[in-house]
């Protein structure tokens, strides 16, 4: 499906993703269906649907974290800046490094807060205490967690609410300097002040790092994305800026979804 | 504290500057990490591989050591006579049919006690002990289970025999029936907690649906969970046959050693019998095969021995298992 | 009452009254080990050696004894389930092969453990030429402890949440790195219960270790892997059974049955305590 949210032409392509008839099945279970894609950079991309409509699969795709899965098929192709990640030969520990991932509910790794945003940097060689604790700073900051834990460092993750928990998490993604990060559905676990929280911070971080985020709420995609893309029963049923898909939608499922025609 | 200022903001070069530095990120040092991931997943997979290795060196050592045995003696001898000499110079003899006998007679002596015993307190556990004593028992039973076998032999020896002597009139109470008691004792642990599981895990659908027709509590136990439950109990009987035939220390103390047949003849015919001192298997290994020398023929019979052990435990487990699974699965699809 | 409720009154007091039985065997036991074994123990009876043949003295060499291979056997099986516990729950998928590694613990598990002491009588003493020793017993008791470290191994293994695997490997970490950095350590605890309890079960096997190892008497503690030694559950069947004077020694039997029993039963609960607190500190 070729969307006309981005400007495509060749000197000025600032496609991130650019996925390519992309089938998917969970063994006989067909879970992604012949998706075409680009997914714009430097911007906030909501992808939202009912559940089970394989938007969390879609998301998994873009670091190849389905591939952990033995029973996952896949056809089609999926170019991160040009390169096919299901061709041979990808390195996953750099393409996870460069695609952030924060889930659903929030999981802290059961170490201090320091070693949770420092376990990134650690595994990918960054030893130098100096170092590690500028990386470490400097992502609290940019996960405006900094104020909150800056004299604590040293205690445990879980310890702090599920809301700093969930910027905890965002932290450690970001120590690894990624230039994605892909959330699923950061908020679902949270209160609504630390949503509003999360929802600040996914803005802030939007001139910095391409940032894709599934939601199944849809005020927070109005509120947070550029452009959002609406799956229904693993097919890609619009493709657009949020703003004409919120207030002029092409497709008649997906007026009825944003009005609020489904469960 | 000195202001350390806002967080570094580095914006994101755009796609064309960016395309060689990800292509570089994403090939770089694929071929060292994917051999250091091959060599470490291989290592845990040879691993995993041990048991399987054990298991099929202990049947193939078994039969290996017992094979020159077979072949001199014949197992005909082995598994058919009742004389048993295997070191006399002058008539060797090779019958272990005494011992088979003896471990099969006391281990059914062993259940015949247990199982009943076993099956009414899983009931009492599972249906009729209140939440709170139900919790107190469970870890009561499993004490029963940490027993090292050494020492329900000797509590058979110094408690339990006396009493079995005064009792029937005998001189020693070390006979068949201190074995099987003891042995049922020890096998007590498994029955309950398999058969407790089997009737806890049965549907309430079922139960609920008896309660609606108007059965009592009882009848509902005896009518629909037991028979619902039965697959599990019988494979929890099985588990218990394997456990307490391949059991030797408590037999070997309790139950006399005596090397003639568990019968009695009763009108000129044979009738299994626990009221004699009675030599298992697995005590008739334990007691020879500390001194015999190495290699002899007498060593390798022992291995027959083994053997036999070893195909009557392994495929009782074998049979067990596959019911349990069975069980299981029935249970999950309801 | 009516003949249903009567039935029913009936037959819940029978099972009753066997639940009551098998409390009364476990109080039995305990009451005739404890009672009769009391008596005996003392300081000196823990650390002197066996005297006058035998009929005096202590039981310090089986306990030491008893003490080497029992720690001996736990050092060999646990490093071995630990590595099969982790290939079966992290790396292998699910097919024929783990079927069949599945299918041979769970046999393993069921082999009588005097097949055990023959097997390590044939194969490491006689055909390895290990000879009857420390090290025969230790590694004939540890392949029969594998199956049940392999288990305790693998429920810690499942116990640790699936997100600390997804959170680590989303980072970029190794599959490896995931399992040594965020699996490994928080399964610990279960896997170090588990190694407890084969411990104790270790400690109070007999069987295998008369056929392989185990001394009548001996006047020195082994020194070397290739001594034989002492033990225990051996002493105790010594005493009871073997014993030229066996009324006369009977009070050290019951002195020795009392402390192999609280050794085992300490072990024991020393793994369910820690379980226990391990489980209230866990987070997750």
């Known amino acids: 499906m070729q969307t006309n949210n981005n400007n495509n032409n060749n000197n000025n392509n600032n496609n991130v993703f650019e996925v390519e008839n992309l089938n998917l099945w969970y063994g006989k279970t067909q879970a992604l269906k012949d998706v075409s894609v680009k997914i714009e950079g430097r911007k906030v991309t909501a992808i939202i649907g009912p559940s089970g409509c394989g938007k969390s699969t879609f998301l998994k795709v873009l670091n190849r974290l389905i591939s952990l899965i033995p029973s996952v098929k896949i056809s089609g192709s999926v170019q991160f800046h040009g390169k096919d990640i299901f061709s041979d030969g990808i390195n996953l520990v750099n393409l996870r490094a460069l695609v952030g991932m924060v889930f659903q509910k929030p999981n802290p790794f059961p170490k201090s807060i320091f070693d949770n945003v420092a376990f990134g940097p650690r595994i990918h060689g960054k030893k130098t205490k100096s170092e590690l604790a500028d990386l470490v700073e400097n992502s609290l900051k940019k996960a405006a967690l900094w104020e909150e834990v800056k004299d604590r460092l040293h205690e445990p993750g879980v310890s702090l609410s599920g809301g700093q928990q969930q910027r905890l998490c965002i932290a450690r993604a970001l120590a690894n300097e990624p230039e994605v990060i892909l959330m699923d559905e950061p908020t679902s676990a949270l209160d609504p002040s630390a949503t509003l929280k999360i929802e600040d911070l996914v803005r802030s971080l939007r001139e910095q790092y391409h940032i894709i985020v599934v939601t199944h709420n849809m005020q927070q995609a109005g509120r947070v994305s550029d452009n959002t893309l609406f799956f229904l029963n693993g097919e890609l049923i619009e493709a657009d800026t949020t703003e004409k898909i919120f207030t002029n939608p092409k497709d008649k499922r997906t007026e009825d979804y944003i009005t609020g025609r489904f469960g | 504290m000195p202001e350390l200022g806002d967080a570094k903001k580095i914006q994101l070069p755009l796609r064309g500057q960016r395309d060689a530095y990800i292509a570089d990120k994403l090939t770089e040092g694929v071929k060292k990490s994917h051999l250091a991931n091959f060599f470490i997943e291989k290592f845990f997979f040879l691993c995993g591989l041990t048991t399987i290795v054990i298991l099929v060196l202990i049947l193939g050592f078994l039969l290996d050591k017992s094979w020159p045995a077979i072949q001199e003696v014949g197992l005909q001898e082995f598994l058919f006579q009742t004389r048993w000499m295997p070191s006399s110079p002058i008539e060797a003899g090779f019958g272990a049919l005494p011992f088979i006998l003896g471990s099969i007679f006391v281990t059914v002596g062993a259940l015949i006690i247990a199982v009943p015993w076993g099956i009414f307190s899983a009931v009492y556990i599972g249906e009729v002990a209140p939440f709170r004593l139900k919790e107190a028992l469970k870890p009561l039973i499993e004490i029963l289970a940490i027993f090292p076998s050494v020492v329900m032999g000797f509590i058979a020896l110094v408690v339990l025999a006396p009493l079995i002597g005064e009792i029937f009139g005998l001189t020693s109470g070390l006979i068949g029936l201190t074995g099987a008691i003891i042995l049922g004792i020890m096998t007590l642990p498994t029955i309950i907690s398999i058969a407790e599981d089997a009737i806890t895990s049965v549907p309430n659908d079922y139960r609920e649906a008896a309660y609606a027709l108007g059965a009592s509590r009882w009848q509902t136990v005896r009518y629909v969970s037991l028979p619902a439950a039965s697959s599990g109990i019988v494979a929890a009987i099985m588990l218990g046959f394997g456990r307490a035939v391949g059991e030797t220390m408590a037999v070997l103390m309790a139950a006399g050693n005596a090397l003639s047949m568990p019968v009695r003849e009763i009108l000129g015919l044979p009738f299994p019998t626990l009221m004699k001192s009675v030599r298992t298997l697995t005590a008739n290994i334990a007691i020879e095969g500390s001194d015999v020398a190495w290699g002899s023929l007498h060593y390798h019979s022992l291995f027959v021995l083994g053997l036999i052990l070893f195909i009557m435990t392994f495929a009782v487990n074998l049979i067990a298992d596959i019911m349990l699974t069975r069980f299981q699965e029935v249970n999950r699809n309801e | ?284």
């Open chain 3, 1 to 284: 009452m009516n003949k249903k409720d009567r039935q029913q009154a009936i037959w819940f007091t029978v099972s009753g009254f066997f639940m009551l039985m098998t409390l009364a065997v476990l109080a039995a036991i305990l009451y005739s080990i404890f009672k009769s074994g009391a008596a005996v123990i003392s300081w000196e009876f823990l650390v002197d050696a066996p005297r006058r043949n035998m009929t005096a003295g202590g039981i310090m060499p089986a306990l030491v004894g008893t003490f080497y291979v029992s720690s001996l056997t736990v050092l060999i099986a646990v490093p071995l389930g630990i590595t099969s516990a982790i290939y079966l729950n992290e790396y292998a998928r699910q097919g024929t092969i783990v079927r069949i590694i599945r299918l041979s613990i769970r046999n393993l598990s069921g082999v009588p453990s005097i097949v055990y002491g023959l097997f390590g009588l044939g194969l490491l003493a006689a055909t390895f030429r290990l000879g009857t020793s420390l090290l025969t017993s230790a590694l004939t008791l540890a392949i029969m402890s594998l199956p049940w470290v392999i288990t305790a191994s693998e429920e810690a293994l499942k116990a640790v949440p699936a997100s600390f695997r997804e959170g680590g490997l989303a980072l970029g970490a190794t599959k490896w790195q995931t399992i040594r950095q965020l699996v490994l350590p928080n399964a610990v605890p279960g896997m170090a219960t588990g190694s407890i309890l084969a411990l104790a079960r270790a400690a109070g096997e007999t069987a295998p270790i008369i056929l392989t190892g185990a001394a009548f008497f001996l006047p020195n503690l082994p020194t070397a892997l290739s001594d034989r030694f002492m033990a225990l559950p051996y002493h105790l069947f010594i005493l009871s059974t073997q014993h030229t004077q066996i009324e006369r020694v009977r009070p050290l039997a019951y002195g020795t049955a009392l402390v192999l029993v609280a050794l085992v039963l300490l072990l024991n609960m020393a793994a369910i305590i820690w379980r226990y607190q391990m489980r209230k500190k866990q987070t997750w």
